[in-house]
């Protein structure tokens, strides 16, 4: 593999131009950085963009040259560096260093869907706390509490503040939160399955 090929491999079009500020919409669909436009008509494609509105077209390498005017060579410098790639331009790559691509491309894939999961485990806690707030409070003072809406009452305030935190964070602070985001998960799951009256 050549240093053009492993950066393709490894840092695909999407990831790239939000790097860069493209503004990326609904369905991988951006806003064209190539002409004036108010409604995306550029299509990021996981390895090429195309742009229905001016016909720009090219991979990661491409869209980063045409970015910021450099050459190919130079914008694969600048990705390497952007994207902590550790490549070596100087020097023809071997097996060993395919084999890292390939892993460290698993690392990316494994993190992202991980992160995936992450985002949506805390929107789903924010979400269902609100609801139980709502929805279990009791009607009469005297009723005996649900132990959801005694849990949504203890951490409304924190499910807020570790959303909003996951969502700030970089990506070595979110993967401290791991344990956090795992209990919170169990949490939500073991409160939603039971039987929950009589607390009191
Ligand atoms: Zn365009």
Same mark, same amino acid.
């Given at each position: 593999?050549?240093?053009?090929?492993?950066?393709?491999?490894l840092?695909?079009?999407?990831t790239?131009?939000? @790097?860069?500020?493209?503004?990326?919409?609904?369905?991988?669909?951006a806003?064209?950085?190539?002409?004036?436009? /108010?409604?995306?008509?550029?299509?990021?494609?996981? /390895?090429n963009?195309?742009?229905?509105?001016c016909?720009?077209?090219?991979?990661?390498?491409?869209?980063v040259?045409?970015?910021?005017?450099?050459?190919?060579?130079?914008?694969?410098?600048?990705?390497?560096?952007?994207?902590?790639?550790?490549?070596?331009? /100087?020097?023809?790559p071997d097996?060993?260093?395919?084999?890292?691509?390939q892993?460290?491309?698993?690392?990316r894939?494994?993190?992202?869907?991980?992160?995936?999961?992450a985002?949506?485990?805390?929107?789903?806690?924010?979400?269902?706390i /609100?609801?139980?707030?709502?929805?279990?409070?009791?009607?009469?003072?005297?009723?005996?509490?649900?132990?959801?809406?005694v849990y949504?009452l203890?951490?409304a305030?924190?499910?807020e503040?570790?959303?909003?935190?996951?969502?700030?964070?970089?990506?070595?602070?979110?993967?401290s939160?791991?344990?956090?985001?795992?209990?919170?998960?169990?949490?939500?799951k073991?409160?939603?399955?039971?039987? @929950?009256?009589?607390?009191?």
């Open positions: 593999m050549t240093i053009f090929e492993e950066v393709k491999e840092v695909d079009v999407p790239a131009a939000c @790097h860069y500020g493209v503004e990326v919409h609904h369905g991988n669909m806003i064209c950085p190539f002409h004036h436009e /108010r409604t995306p008509s550029c299509k990021l494609y996981e /390895r963009y195309h742009c229905f509105g016909g720009a077209h090219g991979d990661v390498i491409r869209l040259q045409e970015l910021f005017g450099l050459t190919p060579m130079e914008a694969v410098k600048q990705i390497n560096s952007d994207f902590s790639l550790g490549l070596d331009a /100087r020097r023809p097996r060993a260093d395919t084999l890292l691509i892993r460290k491309k698993q690392e894939k494994a993190y992202a869907k991980w992160e995936h999961h985002f949506e485990v805390l929107k789903d806690y924010v979400w269902t /609100r609801d139980w707030g709502r929805q279990y409070a009791p009607s009469r003072p005297e009723e005996s509490q649900d132990a959801r809406f949504a203890h951490y305030g924190y499910a503040y570790i959303a909003n935190e996951f969502m700030l964070a970089d990506k070595e602070e979110r993967l939160m791991k344990e956090d985001i795992e209990r919170i998960e169990k949490e939500i073991e409160l939603a399955g039971e039987s @929950h009256r009589g607390i009191n």
